[in-house]
């Protein structure tokens, strides 16, 4: 099947946030004596912000009531929302502009899908708002990743089947996601050589748009 758009993770392939989530989540499980270490952070890469706190709660000495859930989910995420706040273009991880002018350059279609509901004020901090040519993420699902939604919506507001997207991912959920919506996978960082990725490697330095070629057929959509 011929490629007529990529779809990028956020958290991690563009932009290093995810060490960010870890920051943020360790503070605040250090404020509540949960232990939390970035073995067990590695399970939240993907992952909704509520279902991130469940999988850090699984090693809570207590259960946790709603409203209580609701006040960690919002106290962590205040910790990163602090954290962003000098994020800038010099974040784009490394390889990153390089492949989405390369793209561009074949025609293809260029798009976000990440879980993250922060992720209107994360492209807009690093400067590639007008870039992309569709955003799907957390705050346009029900259900994130490894559910395949996130994907899917973001072939739909492209315009492109399913079958014609290559995703980027540095999640094992976002890969298995990829899949489950139909579509190919290249593998980044802590989810390189994924046994479902068709293509993996260490960062995006290490890929250009000819590399991919070798894996991939580009055939931009007509009009
Ligand atoms: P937020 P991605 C994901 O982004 C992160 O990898 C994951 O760690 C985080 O919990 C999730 O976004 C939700 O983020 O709290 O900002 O809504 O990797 O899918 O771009
Ligand atoms: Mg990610």
Redo the contacts with the bound molecule.
Sequence with gaps: MRIAAVIF??????VS??EF??L?WKRMADEEGIPFDRSM?ER??????M??LEIILEKAGRPYTDDEKKEL?GR??NY?RQLLENLSPANILPGVMGLLDGLRQEGVRIA????????PV?IEKIGLFHVFDAIA???GIVN??PDPE?FLLAAQKLGVEPARCLVV???E??VIAARAAGMRVVAVGSAANSPQADFSADDLSEVTVSDLADYFIWEPIKG
Excluded: F, M, P, W
């Design positions: 993770d956020l958290d991690g392939v563009i946030t995810d989530h870890y943020g952070n939240l890469r993907g992952v909704s912000r279902e991130s989910a962590k995420n990163y976000v899908g990440s879980s993250s509901r922060n992720t994360i993420d957390g705050n994130s990743k996130v991912e540095d999640a959920a976002g």
